[in-house]
């Protein structure tokens, strides 16, 4: 089935939203992009953006970082984003990249002086991590200072570096890699947050460990509280602490929970989805789905019905 962008401020085939070679975020990596999650109910035909609105704010806090001019709100991306969900007419997981972007066509390094344009699509899109449990390293590439590039937004040229540690983890045998802040403590995956369970807790890297605040930790952090009962503890993370820890798991958009059996050639825990994985594992996959009445809120349907 095709797919459809909205491109130069209309809905177009997919294959005719192209840009032109000089055009200036190619080149320097000036752009800001999003990843939303479209998840399909097969028993009530209906697909359900998952907490589409925060998606769309971090997406403008970045664009105030980079001094990118949208003339849409929050409101409106998301409209945008569920006509063109409808125009695709997917019945299956479908993943919706935003991007805002410095759109001149001339070089040369700077922010000011330099025309925006935003242009959003839709594919589908199954597990990005395509396995039950996942094989980690610690990769030597780290997460950028704040004072370098902003991690907390997702600025395109940031994640060289995360493809750098992905590229080096599956070519060396394992799934995915696990980066570290600047000053050596554990940071996040390369396109996940990361969550140890050590005594019964979660324990999980702070903002200030260089990490993206993602919106599905968010959820987990949120979701452990509420349906199990578990807090969790922002904090620095040492490395060693990786290979002790009971249950190891990655969170992100695209990644939904990934449990970790592995890391540095090392067991964790026995080596199985943890309990307390597994568990929210389940409520999560609910909840994204719209079969969770409490967590609706959180769910945009996309269909009419």
Known sequence: MPSYAF???KYVPLAEAKINVMTQALHYGTAIFEGIRGNWNAKQQQIYFFRLK???QRLLNGCQVLRIKLPYSVDELCQITIELAQKCAFEEDIYVRPLAYKSSEALGVRLHDISDD??????PWGRYIDVD????CVSSWRRPDDNVAPPQVKIMGNYASNALAKSDAVESGFDEAIMLSPDGYVSEGSGENIFLVIDGKLVTPATYNNILPGITRDSVIKLA?????LETIERPINRGELYIAQE???TGTAAHVTPVAEIDHRQIGNGEIGEITKKLQKIYAEVIRGNNPKYLDWCTPVYKK
């Open 7 to 9: 491109f130069k401020n």
């Open 54 to 56: 925060e998606h769309y």
């Open 118 to 123: 935003y242009v959003v699509f839709i594919i």
């Open 133 to 136: 449990k996942a094989r980690c």
């Open 225 to 229: 509280k509420n349906e199990l009962g």
């Open 248 to 250: 190891v798991f990655l």
